[in-house]
């Protein structure tokens, strides 16, 4: 049976699917393939390229030691620009860049020992596009250009933006490659918060995960009777904005744990999933 992991996107919380992978590979589940968009595309790559706890390890690692002005550096001319319509972005993509070159350079997709396949959205048509092939930065530059905040990436001739903007949890894809179980890796959202995220980028990013978790929901019930359908519940309350990097070792952590306890309780599905979907 064709196994399939897919990972959400969701800023900051993608150090939730960390936790949920530490716990799906000490169990020695891995996928034949890995599906993922935004910040869940990162971490899809990085397991099809190192699978295994060792490769779980380094991805912790990782994770913990991100700061906010690693992913998100703040430069106000850059704001003042995006602002008054002289630049498409608010914030430069370079630190990113430079981040993504550290850990994977050299790694192309559709050569890797696991098929990683990467979503993308086409800025002009606002077609999903699911990328196989080519270098793996250039990708992952792609499907995690959060619109508005990051620049759109030229490639293939095309213009691409963050794939979470139409298909955040991407097991249409992992179907239509023909997975048979599916294992969804959900980032969930920030679905208890004290106040409203103080800056900008961060109501920005709240919002944009509470729009795109909603589909989990529709694509769950479109194909729970179709697959082996498996999605590791979120966590739920969560009161962490998906633009705060400091917690991210109390979000592996506590995915871990939640997912461990899910898995010794034999994996239930259902109605208290949705719910943690949908709010």
Known sequence: MKTAFVFAGGGSLGAVEVGMLAALVAEGIQ????????????????????????????????????????IFPIRPVRGLLGVFGLSDHLVPSAALRRLLRTH????????????AHVGATDVLSGEEVLLSEGDAVDALMASTAIPAVFPPVSLGGRYLMDGGAVNNNPVS???????????????????????????ALGMALHALTLLVNHRLAVDVERYRDEIDLRV???????????ADFSRSRELIDAAHRSTQEWLSAGRPVGHGLLHSVTG
């Open 232 to 242: 590791v519940p979120p966590l739920c309350p969560l009161s962490v904005s998906p």
């Open 104 to 115: 994977l350079s050299g790694i192309t997709l559709g050569t890797m020992p696991t098929p």
């Open 173 to 199: 894809y992992a179907v239509a490659l023909g997975a048979e179980r599916v294992w969804v890796l959900p980032t969930g959202y920030a679905c208890d918060l004290e106040q409203p995220p103080r800056s």
């Open 31 to 70: 996928p034949d393939l890995v599906v993922g968009t935004s910040v869940g595309a990162v971490n899809g790559v990085w397991h099809a390229a190192h699978p295994g706890p060792e490769g779980v390890g380094t991805l912790t690692d990782l994770w913990t030691s991100l700061s906010r002005n690693d």
